[in-house]
Nanobody, 115 residues
Framework: QVQVVESGGGLVQPGGSLKLSCEAS????????MAWYRQAPGKQRELVALIRVNGATNYADFVKGRFNISKHKYKNTIYLQMNSLLPEDTAVYYC?????????WGQGTQVTVSS
């Protein structure tokens, strides 16, 4: 059974920083990539950033230059370093693991940017 667990969310002031973590655990899977999505109240879930097993990354335009996705060298763990946070970054952030055969989602972690 594969599990995906996010952590690191919280309340931060505009202009501040947060670092999210996502760990995928279990057995028998081969990771193709992992990604961060977010969903704000009343809005659709949207892709924030993704990282492939070869280390290649992609970012949504609205986070380029502010967020950085990275992967632990030896574990199925990814991170999202979020800098210069804006109130519009407030959302539940979800992690997704893509394997050869399936996709697995975490439960999400709340990020609130407010003064």
């Amino acid at each position: 059974q594969v599990q995906v667990v996010e952590s690191g969310g919280g309340l931060v002031q505009p202009g501040g920083s947060l670092k999210l973590s996502c760990e995928a655990s279990g057995s028998g899977f081969s990771m193709y990539g992992m990604a961060w999505y977010r969903q704000a109240p009343g809005k659709q879930r949207e892709l924030v950033a993704l990282i492939r097993v070869n280390g290649a990354t992609n970012y949504a335009d609205f986070v380029k230059g502010r967020f950085n996705i990275s992967k632990h060298k030896y574990k199925n763990t990814i991170y999202l370093q979020m800098n210069s946070l804006l109130p519009e970054d407030t959302a539940v952030y979800y992690c997704k693991l893509t394997t050869r055969t399936s996709e697995y989602w975490g439960q999400g972690t709340q990020v609130t940017v407010s003064s």
